[in-house]
Structures are given as C-alpha cells and as structure tokens.
C-alpha cells in the first residue's frame, strides 16, 4: 500500500478528478498544462481553459444523452432539408421554428401534406433543434404511441408512462395516418394530447385533412377536442408539393438515361 506522502501528485489528482467527475480535466489537464507553459500564461487562465472544456463536453454530453432518449427513427437535420425540392413549405417559419421558443410557449406545430414531403423529416429535426436547446424530447410514431399506451395500460403502468410522459418539454407523434385506432386507443391518445394542453409543446405529422381525423380516432366529439387543444396555439406547416422520393427517383432514372441517349 502507498501512502499519499508517497503518491505522485498526479495520481492523487486524477484520483480526485474522477471523484468529482471531470473527465475532461482528467483527460487534458497535461496538455494544457504544457501548452500554458509554453504561451507562459498564469494559472488562473489554465484552469479557466480547463473548465471551459469541461463545460462545453458535460454539454455536448448531456444533448447526446438527450437525443438518444428521444427514441428518434433516423437523425434528420434541418441542414440536410432540400427547402427547394419542397416550395410549399414556409421556410421562413421552419427557420424560426427551429429557434425553439415556440416550445417555452407551450406552442404545438402541425405537419400536413402527401406522403414523401418531407413531414417525418421536418419534424425530426425540429425535435434534434429541441435536444441541443437542451430540452427533453420524445418522438414516437402515431401507431406505435397508441400501442405503447394500450400495452402500458394493460400493464398497469400507464400512469408511469404518462408521468414520464410529462416531464418531456416536447412530444412527436408522427404519422396519424388511416388506419382507425380502437376506441380505447384514440381516448389514450386524446389523454395524451389533453394532459400535454398548455404544458408540453407538441408536433404532429399526418396527410390527413382535419375532415378525415373523425375516421382515425372514431368519436366526431373525441376529434372535436382533440384538435381544439392541438389547433389552440399552433404552428401549421403545409407541403402540397410531389413526394421528395418521388422527385428523387425520377431524377435517379433520369441520370441512367442520358448516357444511354448520347450513344444514339
Ligand atoms: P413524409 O414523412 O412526409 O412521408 P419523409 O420525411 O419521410 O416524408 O421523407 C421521405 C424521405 O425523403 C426521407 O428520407 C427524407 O429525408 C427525404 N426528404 C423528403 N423531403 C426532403 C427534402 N425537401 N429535402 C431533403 N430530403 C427530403
Ligand atoms: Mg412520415
């Protein structure tokens, strides 16, 4: 056994570090500590660069931690958005959507448009901004939140899941498509959508017309209150434009003919 008397420093040190949880510092502390030797920069700079990185890391950390519990499908950034395949859509909305105050507001955002317009995409990376904003988000698809709730419900643990549900500051449900929900499935989803009223920003995807929502969740009173409390503080985003795989596809079969043509 060594006695701190015979302990190096440094091992003491990076004993402590890890102690109070400072990899960062653990990791670059000889680094800087010679980079600062060489610039002859006094100690309270050092320790300032140290603690900086440290800062920035434990961030970067925690939205990556943040992203992963958000369960989203694919990472979609807003960056790799093509805004000029899909003209329809308000770009400038988007942009300022992607600012992320909607969310502090309690504010809801409807994605409406034809499959392939980009909805799912969109609203990924809406949900990706959230994350690095440092807000707690959880993505699920239409389908899958409903199964989840009847299954949790059976499970008697519903009322976890909706507590957990509550702590998230922002909620996607995408894809509310044609395929009806049992009567019990559409009154877990209206729970969901009346306990986030006002508390959690949602975003909802769907290629449905308000008119046909009646056919998914079955009750007309059900959907009539349902939308009052989506639509109350909302953000409409509308694509009416062609499907982007479509766009794409069409572009791909395009490049194979050429050469084709050019050998003619
Ligand atoms: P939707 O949810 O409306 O059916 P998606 O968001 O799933 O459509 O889009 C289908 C595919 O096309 C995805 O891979 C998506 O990333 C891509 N995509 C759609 N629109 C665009 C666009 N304007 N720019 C770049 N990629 C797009
Ligand atoms: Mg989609």
Known sequence: MTTPTSTPPTVLLEHYLKQLKLPTILREYKTQGHQCAQERTDYPVYLLRLAERELLDREQRAAERRIKSAGFPVLKTMDSF??????SINQALVRELAGGEYIQR???VLLVGNSGTGKTHLASALGLAACA???PVRFFSAAALVMLLLERREE?????MLKN??????IIIDDLGYVPFSKAGAELLFEVVSRAYERTSLIMTTNLPFEAWTEVLGSERLTGALL????HR???LEANGESYRLQDARK??????VPKNEKE
Request: proline share 3%; hydrophobic share 30%.
């Open 228 to 231: 009052d409390r989506l639509t």
């Open 234 to 236: 909302v953000h409409i």
């Open 252 to 257: 791909r079969l395009q490049r194979r003919r």
């Open 133 to 135: 904003l440092g807000r």
């Open 106 to 108: 309690k504010e809801n």
């Open 82 to 87: 093509d805004f000029a395949a899909q003209p």
């Open 156 to 160: 008697r643990t519903l009322g976890r």
């Open 165 to 170: 549900l509550e702590r998230q500051q922002q």
